[in-house]
């Protein structure tokens, strides 16, 4: 069945330091959506990408959605204590069954 | 306006014993999600239904049953509970994109 890994599973940075979060899947996906997690939270919706090749941003956040859409990319500029949390990647297969699948998880740390 | 909203919060159970997730959504969205969470780790999926009557099996179905018999309910049965099962139990909805999560059940089976 398809997976999806993400890359680094935990990331400590420095305040003001980049962060990025690597996504693969196992198989071609129709879209792929990106949540963060507080910690104790649920997980709460930052984007959706569906075209080959995608990139959007969202202030000092940066997603990208690769050629062949296997793979996905999530970067945070000059991280902030507020970006604490893990943030997940949720592929949805070429197949129309509104399945999503969701990624490992790459828990951020900020340290002030 | 509340969204997606599960209940209980908190649960500790018996090996053995039973029990129903409840989860209810008041954006009348067609597809709905069990999710579970085992500490510190990622959101595998349970179970799934892309409307009313109609239900499907995720990753991890064993153990568990659900039922859809209105658009807006969408409980999650434990027949015989097991230490297995302890986790953190998010249902979500959808209209087709962006999904919302509820809160989430933390159960425990002791």
């Known amino acids: 069945g398809q997976q999806v890994m993400q890359i680094p599973q935990y990331q400590h940075v420095q305040e003001g330091e980049d962060f990025t979060t690597y996504c693969n899947s196992s198989t071609t996906l129709s879209n792929i959506q990106w949540y963060k997690q507080r910690p104790g939270g649920h997980p709460v919706f930052l984007i959706q990408l569906v075209k080959s090749g995608e990139v959007k941003k969202q202030k000092r956040l940066t997603f990208q959605f690769g050629e062949a859409k296997k793979n996905s990319s999530l970067h945070i500029t000059a991280t902030q204590t507020t970006d604490v949390g893990t943030y997940f990647c949720?592929?949805?297969?070429?197949?129309?069954?509104?399945?999503?699948?969701f990624g490992t998880g790459t828990r951020l740390k900020v340290l002030a | 306006n509340a969204g997606v909203t599960q209940t209980p919060k908190f649960r500790i159970l018996k090996i053995g014993q039973s029990m129903t997730l409840q989860c209810t959504q008041d954006?009348?969205?067609?597809?709905m999600y069990w999710y579970r969470q085992d500490p510190g780790m990622g959101l595998k999926l349970i179970y799934y239904?892309?409307?009313?009557?109609?239900?499907d099996k995720g990753e991890v179905p064993n153990g568990y049953n659900v039922s859809r018999s209105t658009t807006e309910d969408f409980p999650l049965r434990l027949e015989l509970a097991a230490p297995s099962q302890t986790s953190v139990y998010f249902c979500?909805?959808?209209?087709?994109?962006?999904?919302?999560f509820g809160a989430g059940t933390r159960l425990s089976v002791l």
């Open positions: 239904s892309v409307g009313a009557g109609i239900t």
């Open positions: 949720a592929g949805l297969e070429t197949s129309g069954t509104y399945k999503y699948i």
């Open positions: 954006m009348n969205h067609n597809y």
């Open positions: 979500a909805s959808s209209s087709g994109s962006v999904a919302y």
